[in-house]
Structure formats: C-alpha cells, structure tokens
C-alpha cells in the first residue's frame, strides 16, 4: 500500500523558497546545506550482488593463472646443510663443534639441478628460528654511526656492543656483530662458477645509509666473538652482505640473498657448493639452508598468490552461483513496505 | 519580523500601590539573606568601602591568561582515553617504547591541541564581548554637582548613575526619578527574559523630585535589601530617607541588561554591581546531558580497554615464558646476549621482565584505543547541528525563525526517542488567542465553532480511516499571520452585542458592566500609533490582550493608562455618544498561578469605590456573595459548554466597596506589602484574600487559542512512526480531551480511561477530616488506577487503542510512592496519555518517572515558563520559540519554531543523526582493531619481544591522517533513506527506538569484524611477499617492505569497508575516502624521502622497492578483497535473505526510481 505525500512539512520543498533565503549563496551551497548533494545511493539488490561476485570471479581466476604460471616458471633448489655440515662426530654436540675455531668447518654438498636455470641465478642463505625482529635485536644499531662512522660519538642506542676494551665499535650494535658468515663457493664441472656478491643490498641502503668513508673499527675485538668479520680497509658502504644483513628481516624464518650467479646452469647439471659452515645456529637449534633460484617479473618461487587468486575466484562463481539459485528458488517479493511491518518483524535486539 | 513574544506566566507587578504617604517602617531587614547595605550617593565613605562589595566589571569567561593553559589542559585529561595517551607518552620516553616516544605524542598533542584551540576560540569571543560590554560608557554622579562619563567597570555600590534612553542599565539599579513628573519609565527586558513587551517601572513618591544634579548634593540614603540572588522578579528591601523607612518593591529595581525604552533618563542607585546583579546569577550552565550512545560509547571504551590489557597480559605472558627459555641449553640466542640484557629482556629476572614487556605492550596496542574518537565525534556533531540549524523545512517563515540545536550532544538522542511529553498551550497551540464567546448575566453570546468542536464533528470521519491515512485536512491556521480575521485576537461573531447593538438587550446594564471590567481589569499598556490613532495594546499574556481587544470592538476603548489611572472612551448608553471616562487605579492585585486570579480597586468618577475580579471560575465561584450568585448556575453551565469545545474560560465578576472598608483594608495590605522577609508574597496573597470576597458575578469569556499548523498531521506521523505522546497541560479535563480530539490524539474508536477525583461522591469526601481526606482520595485513586489496570490487560492485544486521561489532583496520588509503578504500567499500555490540570512541578515529575521507568528516551517539549523542570528533566528538552517568552528555549536542547517541525527533527534528523553517529563508533572500533590486531599477529612472530611491524610514524599518522576524514564524512553526509523516505516511512524511527543500530551484537560484531581483517591482513600478506625474492632483482623482503604491504592494505581495507558501509556517495565522499588512501601514498613518498636516520626503515621504500613491485600491487588487492569479503558475504545475505526494515525501504527507493 502506498501512502501519498507525506505531511505538510515533508512536502513544501525547499527549492521554491530558497532564492528569498539565501540569495547570495549559490544552488551547489544551498544543496549542501540541505543534504541535497547529489549523490549515488548503491543498494545492494540480488543482480547487483550476483553480478558484482561474478564479474570478480572471472577477474580474479586469470589473475591466479597468471601469478600460478610465474611462479611455476621459476626454479628454486633448497638444500639444508646445518645437520649435514657437522662431522658425525660432532652431531651429539653441534655447539661444541661450532664454538671450537680449531676444527675446519669447511663442508662440500652437490646439487643437482633439475631444470635449466637462466642468469642471473639468485643465492640465498636461509634461517629458521631466528629473531631477526626481536626487538632489541632490532633496536640495536644506530642509523647515525653507520653513516657518520666514529664522528658520531652517542651510540647507546647499541646495548650490549656499543664499545669494546673502552673504544667504540663501528658498527655497533648487535645487529652487525652478530654478521651471518658462512660462505660458499660453486663448482661446477667446468669448474668454479662466478659468485658476484655485489649489488645484493638495495640501492638506497648501499648509498644512503651506509658511510663512504665509514670504516670497520674495532669489530669483532671483544671476548665473545659474534658472527662474521669485516674488512677494516672497505668502507660500509662497500660491506654488501653487512648492508642485506642489517635489514632485518620480518619474520623468524628468513632468506638473504647471498650473491648471484652470472651464468646459466642447464638441467641435470650438478653443482658442488664449498662452503665455510662458520655461523652459529646450532645453540638454539635453527636450521640453515642454502637456496639458489631464478627470478622473474613477480619475483620468486611462491604459489600462495596464485593459489589464493584462483581460490578466492573460485569461490566468487561459487557465491554467485549460489546466489542466484537461492534467489530463482525462493525469490522474495520485495518493494512492499507492507510485507513487513516493524510488528511483525523478528524483534531486533 | 519576529514575532512578539510574551508570557503567559509570570505576569510581572505593574503599578502596585501609588500610594503618597510613607509606610510604616517595616522590620527593618536584616537576618540572614537580606543583609546588605547600600549607602547610596557615598560610595566612598569607610563604612561603604568596608563592606568590599565586588566591583561591576563582569568576566564570563571559562579561562583567564594565566589559567588557561593549566585548567584547559586538566579539562582535556578528565577523559580516561587522553588520560591513558598521556602515560604512555610520558612512559614512551623510557627504553620501553616500541617506538618513538615523538610518534605516540604527536597524535595526542594534535587531538588536545584541536579542543584546546576550539576551547580558546570560543573563550576568547566571551572574553571580545566582556571587554565590550565591562568598556560601555555610563554617566556616574560625582558626589559634588555634576555627572561625568565613566566606563561600567568603574561602577561601584551606592553611585547615582543617569541612564539615557535606549541604553542599558549597567547594574541593578535602585530607580530614584526618571524624566516623566510622575516617576515611571518604561524598560525592555529581552535580555532577560526574551520579552519584547515593555514593562513600566515606577519609583518611590519621595525620590520622584529627585530632577537636576543640584538635588543629588544633599541626597543621602541608606538601603537595606536582601543579598544577590537569582530571582529576577522579586525583590524585597527598604529605602531609610530623610529619617523615615520605605519599602522597596521589584518595581522600583532596574536590571542590569535590560533597555530604557520611552523615556528620555532616568536617575538610579547602583545596588548589585557585576557578578552580583540578578541577571548574572541567573547565568549558569544548563544541567549537561549526554545520550545514550555516548554513554554506551564509554563502556566500549572500557571493553577496549580491557581488551587491551588482556592482549597486552597475554603477550607478557609468552614474552616471559619465552625469555626465560632463552637461557635454556638447546635454545641460546646468542644473538640477543642473554648473557648481557638489560633489565627488559632479562631471562634471570623474568617476572621483571614481562612486567616492563606489559608496559611496552600498552603502549604498543594504544592504537586499540580510539584516541580521537572523541573529537571527531565532537566534531560531527557540530556539523550535524549546523545541519539541523540549516534545514530550510525546518524554517519558519512568518517568525523569521530556523531550528536550533542549542546542544550537539543529542542529535542521535533524536533517532530514539520513545515517548514525547508535550505542553498544550503555546506548543501544540498558536498561543495567540481569540475571543470568541462570553455569557453575560446568564445569557451566551457568541456563535461560530472552535475548532475542537469541529474536529469532533468530523470525528466520525477519522474514525472510518485508516491510522496510517492522514486526513486531507485544511484546518489549521498559521499561528503568526491570523490574516483572515480584520482584528487579531477577535473572533466574535454576534449580532446582538455588535455594532452597539448590546444597548438593546434586556440586560444592557450587565452587559455593560462586563464589557467595562474587560476593559479596566488588566495590567495591558495602550500604544497609540500616531499618525493613524489606531490603538493597539502591549498584555502580559495573550488571553488579556484579546480581552482588552475585545472591550475596545465592543465600544470600550481603553486608551491610556498612567501611575493612577486608567481612561476608557466609553459608549454611553444615556448619552448616545462616546465619552472620555477615567477610573482612578487604587490597587492591582496581581495574578499569580496559585491566587489565579486578579483584580483591580477602582474609584469611578462618581466616587463609586470598586473591585474587578477576573480569574478562573472555580476560584471565583468560591468567592461569590449570596447576592452575586444570580446568573451562577447558568453561567456555570456556559463554563462546562466553553470548555468542551476546548476554550479557556475565565469568570468576570465585581463587589462594590465601601470607603471605610477600603482603607482599613488598604492600610493592612501596605503592611504586608512593606514587610522584609521571605514570606511576604504569602502574606499580601492572605491580604488580598482578605477584599476579594462577597464578588458579584457578571459572566464569563471564553478565548479560543488555535491549533498550530500541520499539528494533527505532525501527531499522526510520529503516532506511526511509534512514538508515545503525552500532553500535559493545565486545562481542565474537558477542554484537554478536546484538543485531543482536535489534533487526533484521541479518536472516537479508542477506549478512554478517566482518573479524575472531580466526582460528587468524592466530593462528599471532601468535607471530613484532613488525613482521612488524603486516605481516601489515595484509596479512590488507587481503585481506579487498578480497574483500569485489569480492564486493559483484559483487552489488550484484542481491540487495541486505549488512552489515559488523568487529572493533576489524581496525579499527585498516581506519583507517590506506593502507586507509581502500577500508574506507569497503565500508562505504557496507553497510546496517549493526557495529564490536565498539571503544575509545572508536576510536569517535571511525570516526565522523571517517565523516563526513568521505562529506561526508554524521553522528549518533553514545551514553550513557556512551566515547562522549563520538565525540558530539564527529559533527555531532551525542545522549546517552541514561539509566541511565548525565551525561558523554555533558554532551557532547551532544541529550538524549534512550531511544533510540526518536530516531526522532520526527529524522523528525519533524528533517524540520520542516530544511524550515522552508530555507524562511526562501530567503525571507528573496527578499524583501530584491525590495525592493532595486526600489531598482536606480528609481536607473537617476533618473539612477543614488543616489536611494532610498522615504523613509528605510520602508526602515529593512522588515526589522524588517514582514516580521520572518511569517518567524520560518514558521520556528517551519510544517509541511508532520503528524507522524503523518512518521512513517508515512519516506523523507520523505530530502527532506533530499537537500538538495532547500535546494538551489543552490531557493536561485537564489527569487533569481530576487525579481528577477521586483521587475521587475513597479517597471513595473507605474509604468505604473499615473504620468503621468495619479492621484485625481479632478487632482493628480499624484509620488515620495512611488510611494513609497508600491510599498512597498504590495512589502509585500502578500512577505507573501502566504509565506502561498502556507506549508503550515499557524494563527490565529498569520494574526495575522503579516494583522498585518503592516495595520501598514503603521498606520504610514504614524501616521508620515504627524508635522510635514513629520520625516516629509518620507510626510506624509499615505495619508490625503491614497492612501487615496481607487480607482488606488491597484486598481493595488495587480493589481500583488500579477501579483507572486504566476510563483510560482503554477511551483508548481502542478510539483506537479501533477512532483510531488516530499512533494507526493504531501500530496495522500495529504488524500485519506484
């Protein structure tokens, strides 16, 4: 049923009297005045919602191809070495073997390459259960000093490692003492590959944030040695592997890139790594991995994003399938404000 | 041009008692509250000075230079939110910080900063106006013989000022002389009262010659009067001159801030100077009220609070199991040198430790807590009220009035409310009334109908109609322009008395007589318009202005009124020809709402001493000599008839008196007029008494005052819309079931249930013993409350309609204790409810009870001084700013300017208000969850150590930059129905009735709502960008680039969720909320170009690596997607499947588009 015309004050609309009013103002100021603005009212009704999740659905599934395929065409090769490493002798008391700087931690493992790999070949050193975001692991360095090098004197923001045998350490902070320092070296039947282990930091952390002139100094020449050494004679902003480790990363587990091959290694190759196992991971039991992997526009090897598109796509036809069925079986007879009165309406809380 | 204002109440003393002689001295003053002394024309001497009466400089601001700085700021951290901000900004200077303690303070000292500079602003006008006003010129007596100019401020206690026409007074001031022999002046108190009508004041005989700066040199007096209070329409003191003692009346007070009008000066005595003068005590602030959802708001405060703690706790909690296992063997982080921590980390001293980590995570989960919520809240709803104050449906044309929302506090207050007590007179009538019948000597004149009586002609007419089908209705009539009418206030039609026809009726004496009383009795002000002669009167209340009319249609013109005496051009009978008659003014007896009545003492020109009485006819009755009850019972009779057909009645009646009687009388009541102390209106009210006997009845008047326009329409919509209405008036409870009948409030098909004690039998109660009387009549009340109680419990549900009438001497049995509750279950049963017969503090009473029983959202509105308690006692208070005076807007939340705007204020504005104000808490809650929640995800992957996964400053920018302006939009311009809608739809109103907007479940909701965001923010974008090379380079992603992916979503997610939630997109919208989220980026680009060491980990992290990342851009619309979608999903099916009220009146919209 319809009602006609409201009430007298509903229907004397306001445009006929609002030039005497306010006849300076212009139409647009009265409309915002009179929360008159125009404007679009979306209303949710049944085509719109079945409409909205298909067009979605048919979006969002070739997206998931798309990302699915990019991240299938990337090669990764994952080989974890921390148990392996370890002589078997030692595997009762890895710490032991790790702490003891007498013993060799040289360690050969062979990879073999399954798919053809094209340059540029990305390494990565892989962590688990290390918390690079704890927060006074975080904490501990000092953005000023890594510029300023020793001109810049305040470094208490480096607790525990700011200052050793009285002299200030550069660079301070327990971010950089404790400096991952395994290394590796490839091999492969034609003999050593190239590692090229510069421009692994990004761009504006080499140059912006790390010195030129800004030398290693009194790293490393405390009691307790941390992680890896520097070279005094490099300044930090040539330390590539100190400036990728230095951002730290999110989450426990993590990869840094490590350097990068320059050359192509073809399917069922077999590369030998020479690695240096120096890098205590051992007295908290976290594992070490080393990664090598090809990169492309959506960068590495990760179907989640793909997964999820297609999933989420999937479920959008679903919906408006489902919509639409629900909608043909039990269509409801809307636009009649007397279907429901608020009476007879379910009483809302 | 607005439209003259008046009261009805409170008619003010006019020309009490003329007398020459010097009173007797009184008691002399003195005792407590009427201790001060004013040593008039010597300001200076030692006695004065010792006294140190405050100076007349007045500051009514709320801060000073000096204060303001420390009481502002103790102002903004009552609030327990800034409160908790604070702590955790002072705490975030310690190593415990999360971040940077620049970054927590930063939005804090913004949202104080805000208020503090709203709160100077408007100080600092008060302070514009102070300086203005306390810099006003006023000419002071120099104690020798001549007046000099002086600022007000320098204005001391007991100086002799001259006040120019036009000018205000400075202070209060004791009126000495004016420039009229007579000694009256005639003042305009808007400022006080709102009045627009000038008031005549008159001084003392003996100060009356009091002319020239000469007569002031030996002018020495001593004034004693009680201390500074508040009431402006009392005063009581005396004058000691010249060895003699006067008494001093509210007539011979001059109050600060009211106009000389009239005349050309005037000469006073300074008596109450600044802070102490009336009109300043009478400035205090309105009881604050806050609605509902505020208050609910604060629980959800609480509940965030808590929640808070309890995730903070938890963290703590792990952070200490953690840390302590880090010492372990199998488990040494050497990394973090356990060996060496600070006391924060220490695994030796783990309880400590987490300890300190609680404080850390306080601080870090602060976002959970809307730091500025408030401001914006405040800040929308002062958009809100200027809306309301905009709304051109809501202007009155003829008044020149807009709506007026004099809080913002209530504007969702609006969207719920479930009863309206509503005034009579003045609120659902125009308040300007018309004579339109009278009885004289037995005899009624008068034809033509009211308009209750039409309405109860047409009654069958509604009856057959459907409820929700408004009568296409004509009636009504525009409340200021009365222009279908020649003369205002007259609306006689009646051949016999017209025209000087009354000379040929049998009882032309009588009629006469009644006619002449008209005439005199009032304290009306003639005002001749000089160039056409027409006279038209200034009354205190509109029913004597159309007495006073009326007597002038009818051949007795009353043109002129002076200190003693009234003048009448008369038609005289014997004569044939108007002549020129003065009456001597002896006495006014005013009225007064207990005496309800008045009179004058008149001597003729023949010598003939008499008596006019008018008042109402139960009063008078009582009153009447044996000899004076001739037309009695017909008029009696008349009464019942005029009152039925919902007109106000009043019994005109006289007494001849005789000299000796008069004086000894006279010499009585200017005792009791010259007493000092607080019972002295008692006291002349007993003298009074005492003469206004032995009446002779003439006959009565019966005035009609209209309906406002649009006023059944209004009545019947809000009926629909399912709000209860109450009307409380004085009226007798004929005259009430008429209006009710008139603005269909009542129907013939509804069952009336009448609880009056105006029966004979209980009459015949009456005549027994005090205590047994109140037993009864408490029993009989009680009988009745409970019959009618099991009648409707009976019916109820079966045939429906029930409405509750009840008088004001049931009332007060209804309203104590023992029977309040059963009262109240009747009257909820009720769909109306009619109170007559109610004082003001009854009103406000019914309207506390009302409230406070049903726990449901009152609004009582109302237009005069009667109905101040009660606008003060519901949750909200409208005023009509209407015909009568500004106390009842003064006193209000909302001003409106006819009654039928209250239909648009609460469906329309009141519906907006509500949904919008609900919608922006529950969004407000939901977006800082979101984004603290992700804050939680993070701490427990980092070791629950306290790191944030954002920089500092996205954090500190999230409440105040990127999310502030789309939720004040949403606040501000959202709607969800037009307002034709609303008001074409009326149960929508019950959407808030309801709560259902802002309702525990909603409001958990959308909590919940927040949690699931945040959870698929946090994993889906981790699982997108984490591990693998995030860009073609092989570089990584660390936290500065998770960091930064999340909070771009977290920023798309919270924007977009209000643009899913919104019902109405406006280019303002769309620049918000579009606005917003390009900002983001605008401010990483900007901020990510600062050095490193400013900006640390967001250092070109957008344009380096997340503006050329495709992960990047694709992982942030997949995450936003997914964020939107359990919303999406909930809502749609809801809609479609479970639709609610307003959903089914949008898809109508549209469907009719």
Known sequence: ?349 | MPGKRRRALHLCEMGSFPCARPPPAGDGGGGAGYSRVVYCNDPGCPEATQLDYPGNAISTTRYTVANFIPKSLFEQFRRVANVFFLIVGIVSFSPLAPYRAVSVLLPLIVVVGATMIKEAFEDWRRKKQDIEVNNRKVQVYDGTRAFYQTEWKKLRVGDIVKVEKDEFFPADLLFLSSSFDDGICYVETMNLDGETNLKRKQCLEVTTTLHNECSFHKFKALIRCEDPNEKLYSFIGTMQYQGAQYPLAPQQILLRDSKLRNTQHIYGVVIFTGHDTKVMQNAMDPPSKRSNIERRMDKIVYVLFSGLVLIASTGSIFFGIKTKGEISDRNYRWYIRPDKSSIYFDPSRVALAAFFHFLTSLMLYGCLIPISLYISIEIVKVLQSTFINQDREMYCEETDKPACARTSNLNEELGQVNTILSDKTGTLTCNSMEFVKCSIGGVGYGSGLSEAEEAVRRGSQYESSELKDPPISSEGYNCAAVTRKSVKGFNFKDDRLMNRQWIKEPQSDVIQKFFRILAICHTAIPLVNNSSGDISYEAESPDEAAFVTAARELGFQFYERTQTSISLHEFDPNIGRKVDRTYKLLNILEFSSTRKRMSVIVKTEEDQLLLFCKGADSVIFERLAKNGQEFEAKTKCHINYYSEAGLRTLAIAYRKLSVEEYKKWHEEFLLAKSSVNADRDAIVDETAEKIERDLILVGATAVEDRLQKGVPECINKLAQAGIKIWILTGDKLETAINIGYACQVLRKCMKQIVITLDTPDIDALKKGENNAIEKALHESVAKQIRDAHSQVSVLKGSSGLFALIIDGNSLAFALSRSLENLFLDLAVDCAFVICCRTSPKQKALVTRLVKRSTRKTTLAIGDGANDVGMLQEADIGVGISGVEGMQAVMSSDFAIAQFRFLERLLLVHGHWCYRRIAAMICYFFYKNITFGFILFWFEAHAFFSGQPAYNDWYISFYNVAFTSLPVIALGVFDKDVPSRICLKFPSLHQDGVHNIFFSWPRILGWMLNGVCSSVIIYYFTTSAILQQPFNKDGHGAGTDILGAAMYTCVVWTVNCQLALCLGYFTWIHHVFIWGSIFFWYIFLIIYGSFPPTISTTAYRVFLEACAPSPLYWLSTLFVVISALLPYFLYSTFQRTFFPKYYNIIQSVRLENH
């Open chain 1, 1 to 349: 049923m319809e009602m006609e015309g409201g009430s007298s004050s509903g229907s004397a609309g306001g445009t006929q009297t609002h030039h005497r009013f306010s006849p300076m103002r212009s139409r647009a100021f009265y409309r915002f005045t009179q929360q008159n603005l125009p404007a679009c009212k979306p209303v949710l009704t049944p085509g719109w919602v079945i409409m909205t999740f298909l067009i979605m659905g048919i979006v969002f599934v070739p997206v998931g191809l798309v990302c699915l395929h990019a991240s299938e065409s990337v090669v990764e090769i994952v080989d974890r070495y921390d148990v392996e490493c370890i002589p078997e002798a030692y595997r009762s008391n890895k710490v032991a073997y790790i702490k003891d700087s007498s013993i060799s931690k040289n360690c050969n493992r062979t990879i073999k390459v399954q798919k053809h790999m094209k340059a540029p070949i990305y390494i990565y050193y892989e962590l688990d259960n290390y918390y690079q975001n704890h927060r006074r692991f975080v904490k501990s360095r000092n953005d000023k000093q890594l510029l300023y090098g020793l001109k810049y004197k305040d470094t208490s923001s480096c607790k525990p490692e700011e200052s050793s045998n009285g002299l200030p350490i550069v660079p301070c902070g327990l971010i950089a003492w404790s400096l991952f320092n395994d290394s590796y070296a490839f091999v492969r039947d034609r003999g050593e590959m190239n590692v090229n282990r510069k421009n692994i930091a990004w761009k504006s952390d080499r140059e912006h944030k790390f010195g030129k002139h800004v030398y290693p100094f009194n790293f490393q020449n405390g009691t307790l040695i941390g992680g890896g050494k520097l070279d005094p004679s490099i300044p930090l902003s040539d330390q590539e592997d100190l400036i990728v480790w230095m951002r730290t990363a999110a989450l426990p587990t993590f990869r840094k890139l490590y350097g990068i091959i320059e050359e192509d290694i073809d399917a069922d190759e077999i590369i030998t790594v020479h690695l240096v196992n120096n890098y205590n991971t051992y007295s908290f039991g976290g594992k070490k991995k080393i990664v090598l992997t090809t990169s492309n526009w959506l960068g590495g090897k990760n179907g989640f994003l793909g997964m999820a598109y297609i999933a989420i796509g999937t479920s959008f036809v679903l919906i408006s399938v489902l919509f639409a069925l629900i909608h043909v079986k039990y269509p409801r007879p809307r636009g009649d404000p007397t279907y429901l009165s608020w009476n007879r309406k379910s009483n809302a809380s």
